[in-house]
Every structure is written in C-alpha cells, then in structure tokens.
C-alpha cells in the first residue's frame, strides 16, 4: 500500500543540525512532490517547503530560508529535510506529506499521503 | 502571507448532531486550494476535502465542503464516534507560504 515511513524521534542540542528522512513506497516516487510539514504541541501545521521528486526542484517557506534543506534520493525512494541552527522552538513533530504534480509540472498542495512524523527535541 | 482562521475554536456536540465549521481567509483564496484535514490525538492528519468541496478517497459523504473567497464551511451532516478530532483548513496558491488555520476541536458533549 502506499505509504510514508520516516526516521525516528531525534535529540539534538542547540545550534546542531538534524536531518530527517521519509521512504516512500506503493507509488512512482518521481511523480509526486514531497512536502515537509511541522506541529508544535496543541498548535496549528506550519508549511516548510516541497521538494519536486521527480527534478529535484524546490520551495521552501521564507521563515525557514537558509535553515532548511529538503533533498532526495530517487534509487531509495527517500526524501529528507536537513534543519540546521537548531533552537529550542524547533522541539516539534516533523511530517513528511506526498502531493501531486500537474502534467505542466506545478505541485499542488493537497497532502493526501503523511508520515507518522518525527519528534526532535532541541535540549541542551 | 494568508491568514486562516477558524471558528469556533470548540465545538461540543452530540453523535448524530450536525457539525459545521468555519474557516476564513485574510484575503481571497481560489476555491481550488482550499483543503480541509481531519486529526486524531498521536496521529498525523487525514486529507479530507481538497478544492474547497471535493471529498478524498474513502471520505464518507456525510462530510461535504463549500464556500468561496474568503469563507469557507466544513459540514459534518451526522456525526458518528470517529469524527470527533481536530480539523483543519489549509490554502496553498502560487505564492508560498502554504498556511493552516488554527483548528476546530469537535469533542463529544
């Protein structure tokens, strides 16, 4: 079945970097865009940024330019967010969600497909 | 950047009741891009409505999406046990970023 699984929960300390990543399977990876979402407890979803799987593009929201870095591995399936200069705001789950591509190649953003989502911890 | 907000942030309902949600936009959203998920406590959320009234795959159709602009309504026409969760608006357009609205809970009265 189609399906997301990413890595595990994640302690890092501030101003370290953590990467996390999402294989996919049941599904033509390259086809789909891969999103990064993130939730603090009790809080509302904030939007990262997508990564085109099939050309490697990408978009990332303004708040997290320069801090984040969404790649991918096609021969793995796997998709991968690289947050860096962690703090301790950052101590939220990560979600990886899948989105379709138009046939003019324009990720459309509704996520149909999520991970189970990580939690990384910021603690010094 | 869109704002999303979303009304009441609690809704205390019985089953069988009928839910309705409010979602509304700072500025106009294409009725294309406005989507509507449903989370349960420890789970990642559920896409719901995508295009502001289409149902996903597996949606039952006692859940139905409307609206236009700036306002945007979720229906719950009956609510059964496994309704009660968090839902969420989102817009996602041309211009990054793609934004969530703060949720509605529907908790059991």
């Known amino acids: 079945q189609v399906q997301l699984v990413q890595s595990g929960a994640e302690v890092k300390k501030p101003g370290a970097s953590v990467k996390v990543s999402c294989k996919a399977s049941g599904y033509s990876f390259t086809s789909y865009a891969m999103h990064w979402v993130r939730q603090a407890p009790g809080q509302r979803l904030e939007w990262m940024g997508w990564?085109?799987?099939?050309?490697?593009?990408?978009k990332y929201s303004q708040k997290f330019q320069g801090r984040v870095t969404i790649t991918r591995d096609t021969s793995a399936s796997t998709a991968y967010m690289e947050l860096s200069s962690l703090r301790s705001e950052d101590t939220v789950v990560y979600y990886c969600?899948?989105?379709?591509?138009?046939?003019?190649?324009?990720?459309?953003?509704?996520?149909?497909?999520w991970g189970q989502g990580t939690m990384v911890t910021v603690s010094s | 950047e869109i704002v999303l907000t979303q009304s009441p942030g609690t809704l205390s309902l019985s089953p069988g009741e009928r839910a309705t949600l409010s979602c509304r936009a700072s500025q106009s959203v294409s009725s294309s891009y406005l989507v509507w998920y449903q989370q349960k406590p420890g789970q990642a959320p559920r896409l719901l409505i995508y295009?502001?009234?289409s149902r996903a795959t597996g949606i039952p159709d006692r859940f139905s999406g409307s609206g236009s602009g700036t306002d945007f309504t979720l229906t719950i026409s009956r609510l059964e046990p496994e309704d009660f969760a968090v839902y969420y608006c989102?817009?996602?357009?041309?211009?990054?970023?793609?934004?969530f609205g703060q949720g509605t809970k529907v908790e059991i009265k």
């Open positions: 969600a899948r989105t379709q591509i138009t046939i003019f190649g324009v990720v459309l953003g509704a996520f149909d497909i």
């Open positions: 295009g502001a009234s």
């Open positions: 989102q817009q996602y357009g041309s211009s990054p970023p793609w934004t």
């Open positions: 990564i085109n799987a099939g050309n490697g593009n990408t």
